[in-house]
């Protein structure tokens, strides 16, 4: 069975630090580029940072975490990290790792909340 478990959400402060783990199981892990997503309420999912599947570079999706977060990934753990820094009360949302093989996500975590407060 394919998985990916998202974990380390939670409340924090502004201006405080979170980092997110997404462990994976059930496929060849370090074939798959690996991807965070977040989703605020009300607003439409956008990508956050991708990693890619041999850790030779990163890429961020949102200009906006830009030197406050940082991706990656320990092949021998099956498990992607998303360090977050600087936290900001706008960096409040469902956060999602998924798995892609080529340009398509084949697989998606059920997401952690994360929430900052102000």
């Known amino acids: 069975e394919v998985q990916l478990v998202e974990s380390g959400g939670g409340l924090v402060q502004a201006g405080g630090s979170v980092r997110l783990s997404c462990a994976a199981s059930g496929f060849k892990f370090d074939d798959h580029a690996i991807a965070w997503f977040r989703q605020a309420p009300g607003k439409e999912r956008e990508g956050v940072l991708c990693i890619s599947s041999n850790d030779d570079g990163s890429q961020y999706s949102s200009d906006s975490v830009k030197g406050r977060f940082a991706i990656s990934r320990d092949n021998a753990k099956n498990t992607v990290y998303l360090q977050m820094n600087s936290l900001k009360p706008e960096d409040t949302a469902v956060y999602y790792c998924?798995?892609?093989?080529?340009?398509?996500?084949?697989?998606w975590g059920q997401g952690t909340q994360v929430t900052v407060s102000s």
């Open positions: 998924a798995a892609a093989r080529g340009s398509l996500y084949d697989y």
